[in-house]
Each structure stands twice: as structure tokens, then as C-alpha cells.
């Protein structure tokens, strides 16, 4: 299996910062690498597709970057409506597999 | 805007099997631009991906669950299915159905809004 290890596995933030978060997988997935935000009690919602595609209607201040082993995910300016639980997944070869999610709370 | 639902028991005794449905609306699971597939989530725990299928049938699961699960396709009724059988209370976790999108690099788009499965006698 692929092993996708996130970091951090959560952080503390303001509203308007920069956030990045961090995904690494145990081996080479070229750009098939996914992020999906989590809010409490809901399902996961895709935010970037291919390491930097993003997702219709998801707001630009979304960005993903990387290729091989090492993605980010950056949002630009925290809103409110941003804290949430992050996850990266890996959909280069089955099984695919996801990261441990990072989740970003309010400072 | 195609919409997925998943349906089932929220209690299963230890042993037994878990029987899932997802129903697929809004929208065609005859597709070969897409695929669908179940993923978890245990309480307080990350995502795991449990298998995918095509609507013309073929199968993709977990390693370590293929022994145990079966995932099926009835496209006259537009839904697919999971059975997981001889379930313990690891098993317990949300449930999801979402579909798969092939022009997306394979990423997951659309998700049901999961079920709880409870594992316990």
C-alpha cells in the first residue's frame, strides 16, 4: 500500500492566514493526488483534483501544488467557513488510501 | 445535481453481515466516464477507502477486506451495493457511498452523506 502521512495533524489558526498543509506519499504518484475538506457530521467535499485542479465551485483561495512524493494544500486567506478537517488521498494505484487528515481549528 | 443516499440497518450484531445500498438520483450509474465506491470511517478516525466498482461490473477492494466484502452494481435500479460479512465491532464506522471520477484523476466528487453502522450484539 501507498502510505500518505500529512503534516501537521492539526493547527491552530486566524481568520485571513495562510495556512499550508503538508501530504507525502511512500512512493511516486505523479499528480494523482486528491484533497477533500471535513466539516463535523458531514461527508467529505473535494476540494483539488490532480495535485492542483480545483474543484468547480470551490472558492480560489484553494490552491494545491506538488507531483512525485511531496503536495501541498495552501488557503491564501482563512475564512470563517474554512475550519475543517483536511485529507489527502492517493488515487495512483489501488488500494487507494488517504492521509490521517489535518485539522485546523480556531486561534 | 446527481445525489447519492446510502441505506441500511445502523445496527449489525458481531458476526453477521453488513448490507449497504446507495441510490444514485439525478443522474445515470451507466457511465464510463465514472465510477462508484464505499469508503469508511470509523469514529474519531481517518477516511479508508473500501473498494470501487464499474457499472459494467468489475471490482476493485482493500486487500485486507476482500475476503470479507462484496461490492455489486443493479443498474436497472440505478443503485450499487456493499456486504461485508462476519463484522466486528472494528467495523463500526460511518459509511459512505461516492462516485469516482475518471476525468478527475480518479478523485471522489459527489458523497452520499453517510451512515452510521454500529457493530455490537
Known amino acids: 500500500d501507498i502510505q500518505m502521512t500529512q503534516s501537521p495533524s492539526s493547527l491552530s489558526a486566524s481568520v485571513g492566514d495562510r495556512v499550508t498543509i503538508t501530504c507525502r506519499a511512500s512512493q511516486s504518484i505523479g499528480n494523482y493526488l486528491n484533497w477533500y475538506q471535513q466539516k463535523p457530521g458531514q461527508a467529505p467535499k473535494l476540494l483539488i483534483y490532480g495535485a492542483s485542479s480545483l474543484q468547480s465551485g470551490v472558492p480560489s483561495r484553494f490552491s494545491g501544488s506538488g507531483s512525485g512524493t511531496d503536495f501541498t494544500l495552501t488557503v491564501s486567506s482563512l475564512q470563517p467557513e474554512d475550519f475543517a478537517t483536511y485529507s489527502c488521498?492517493?488515487?495512483?494505484?489501488?488500494?487507494?488510501?488517504f492521509g490521517q487528515g489535518t485539522k485546523v481549528e480556531i486561534k | 445535481q446527481l445525489q447519492l443516499q446510502e441505506s441500511g440497518p445502523g445496527l449489525v450484531k458481531p458476526s453477521e453481515t453488513l448490507s449497504l445500498t446507495c441510490t444514485v438520483s439525478?443522474?445515470?450509474?451507466?457511465?464510463?466516464?465514472?465510477?462508484w465506491g464505499w469508503i469508511r470511517q470509523p469514529p474519531g478516525k481517518g477516511l479508508a477507502w473500501i473498494g470501487t466498482?464499474?457499472?459494467?461490473?468489475?471490482?476493485y477492494y482493500y486487500p485486507s477486506l476482500k475476503s470479507r466484502v462484496a461490492i455489486s452494481v443493479d443498474t436497472s435500479k440505478n443503485q450499487f451495493s456493499l456486504m461485508l460479512s462476519s463484522v466486528t465491532a472494528a467495523d463500526t464506522a460511518v459509511y459512505y457511498c461516492a462516485r469516482g471520477n475518471s476525468g478527475k484523476r480518479d478523485a471522489f466528487d459527489i458523497w452520499g452523506q453517510g451512515t452510521m453502522v454500529t457493530v455490537s450484539s
Open positions: 466498482i464499474y457499472y459494467r461490473g468489475t471490482t
Open positions: 488521498q492517493q488515487s495512483s494505484s489501488t488500494p487507494w488510501t
Open positions: 439525478d443522474g445515470s450509474i451507466s457511465s464510463s466516464s465514472y465510477f
